[in-house]
């Protein structure tokens, strides 16, 4: 089945979480009027039991023709079997629209997901947006089904149960004007309230959810230092944060439905003690089986009553994820690509001209002044310090980050003016730690490349060195890697990562110190599977080890964000400079 689709995270500008609802539940109207048709039928029989029992009491007491018996009966038991088709037709229209909208709003958050900034990304904990994308959507598909299931049945019933009691005791209708404005007016005094600590609470489950991603992701950490109690202490704080916040919430929703049980059951019996009266002394027309159908109908409404009020915390839970899923949809921090010239070809030619970044507004540039050309098929090398802007550059490159000053260009053009995403075909980037997912090599491998055949496949793993070891494993191409690669060794992770990168045939190669966290033979099968993908490409390689760089073209050397010098191995050696320094200290 197709996801359905809409351009609702370009819609989402913050209006009221209402507002979004209805805008996200547009393309399931028809099927939401006919749910309601269903349900009204499927529900009547709780509104026209009073009045038919009502019917029943007067044929009986007033000795009317006993074929009214046969007659009401008859109504009764019709309605009674239709509920069975009409219920299953207003689950499979309400219900399956109902998660229609959960899969589409899922859809559009990931999909922004991928449209935000790395700079947005770095902000916000992932486990706090992952909680965006399950617990927030599933409260408002909860919120959304309970609501349409207990607020259709509620508000059908007081619709039924009043119009039965205008068309027999009319003179018992105010009762009910007055019982609506009374229930509307505490739902507006406790809203508030009930808004103010949902989203609080909210907040401290969402710092829980990332809490415990930090400590699951820590534990080796943790566990080799003996810093179990620490970390258990951190958890337990953030839970003693989230326990105290939902008790307050409970309670406060508690103290809602006491008081409306006791308000509106204060009125019910109010007025069945009223309708006695009046049935005693004949001061007006009721008869007996009307005394019997108002007794019946205000327990009934009431307890529609309560359960309207009892949605309130409900709709406010739903209408809070609706808010916390829409600080996703409404992040204006985008990396715009709409209507920039698609790229369609890389020679590798970059010159960065004059650029300088900083990561926010007032704090110090992370690189200033970056002026470097590169021509095609040239292996730039970038050292310096931790600190020094080498991530920066790379990170400017790649486009996950905009020049504050400057420009970049790409086989002349400027990467401002570019489809950034169409660019990143043309390149690959093997970071320091490769990024596996669940899935078998061969997936792992082809990623994005569904039409690869396995020859291809076999080819890229064999010049990443990784062949020899994948034909070992007792599945070959298809044995699964585990979460994050967590079955293969740093070097077998790093290996597929470059096997990956082959595969691709990129113009532009970037080499994040693929080699740093490996042991020496590691690092030399995975060296000499990088020396074969650097053929022919423009390579931008970073690396703390110096001696990884020694072949490049060209060294560059920065400090603060600042180049300090350029040129080869053997130039930067001879100078004396902040090289040969480096240099000097790691043989040290």
């Excluded at 019917?55 to 006993?66: A, G, Q, S, W």
Aim: hydrophobic share 45%; charged share 20%.
């Amino acid at each position: 089945m197709a996801l359905p689709q809409g351009p609702l995270e370009h819609r989402y500008r913050g209006e009221h979480p209402v507002r979004t609802l209805a805008y996200l539940f547009r393309e399931s109207r028809l099927r939401i009027v006919v749910a309601v048709l269903a349900f009204i039928v499927k529900h009547s029989p709780v509104w026209l039991l009073p009045l038919v029992t009502a019917n029943i009491i007067d044929i009986v007491v007033e000795r009317r023709p006993i074929s009214q018996l046969g007659a009401n009966t008859m109504v009764l038991t019709v309605v009674l079997l239709l509920n069975y088709p009409t219920h299953l037709l207003y689950v499979r229209c309400m219900h399956g629209s109902v998660r229609r909208v959960g899969t589409g709003l899922r859809s559009a958050l990931c999909r922004r997901m991928q449209e935000l900034s790395i700079g947005y990304h770095s902000r916000i904990s992932a486990s706090a947006l992952q909680t965006k994308v399950i617990r927030d959507v599933e409260n408002i598909e909860v919120s959304a089904q309970q609501t349409a299931d207990t607020g259709l049945g509620a508000i059908i019933t007081l619709v039924g149960g009043m119009v039965v009691i205008a068309a027999r005791v009319p003179e018992a209708l105010p009762v009910f004007l007055v019982m609506v404005p009374a229930t509307t007016l505490l739902v507006r005094r406790l809203r508030g309230r009930l808004r103010t600590h949902n989203e609080r609470f909210r907040r401290q489950v969402e710092q829980l959810s990332s809490r415990v991603g930090e400590m699951t992701s820590l534990i080796p950490v943790t566990r080799a230092h003996g810093l179990e109690r620490t970390a258990i202490g951190r958890v337990d704080g953030t839970l003693r944060q989230v326990l105290t916040a939902g008790i307050r919430l409970d309670l406060i929703n508690g103290h809602f439905g006491a008081l409306a049980w006791i308000l509106l059951q204060a009125i019910g019996i109010g007025f069945l003690a009223g309708a006695a009266l009046v049935s005693y002394y004949a001061w007006l027309p009721i008869s007996p089986g009307d005394v019997v159908m108002l007794s019946t109908f205000f327990t009934t409404l009431t307890g529609s009553m309560t359960m309207m009020m009892s949605l309130t915390p409900i709709i406010s839970k739903g209408l809070e994820s609706v808010r916390s899923a829409g600080e996703v949809l409404e992040a204006p921090d985008l990396e715009v690509n709409a209507g920039k010239a698609q790229v369609t070809a890389v020679k590798g030619r970059l010159d960065f001209e004059d650029v300088s970044y900083r990561y926010d507004g007032e704090g110090p540039a992370a690189v200033t002044g970056f002026d470097l050309r590169v021509s095609p098929g040239q292996t730039i090398a970038l050292v310096g310090a931790s600190g020094a802007g080498k991530s920066t550059v790379l990170n400017l490159l790649i486009g996950f980050i905009r020049p504050v000053s400057g420009r970049i260009l790409l086989d002349g053009s400027d990467m401002a003016g570019l489809d950034l995403r169409s660019y990143r075909r043309f390149l690959s980037v093997v970071p320091q730690e490769s990024v596996l997912f669940e899935g078998s090599i061969r997936e792992n491998v082809g990623y994005g490349m569904p039409d690869i055949d396995e020859e291809t496949v076999r080819d890229a793993l064999r010049d990443a060195n990784a062949l020899e070891f994948v034909d070992r494993l007792p599945n070959g191409l298809d044995t699964v890697v585990g979460e994050r690669g967590a079955r293969l060794s740093g070097g077998q992770r790093q290996r597929i990562a470059i096997a990956r990168a082959l595969i691709r045939d990129p113009r532009i190669l970037v080499l994040d110190e693929a080699t740093s966290a490996l042991d020496t033979r590691s690092e030399a099968l995975v060296q000499e599977a990088m020396n074969r993908l650097m053929r022919g490409r423009t390579v931008f390689v970073v690396a703390h080890r110096l001696s990884t760089v020694r072949g490049a073209d060209r060294i560059v050397v920065l400090d603060q964000g600042r180049i300090q010098e350029v040129g080869s191995h053997a130039e930067l050696l001879r100078r004396g400079g902040a090289y040969a320094r480096l240099q000097s200290n790691q043989l040290g």
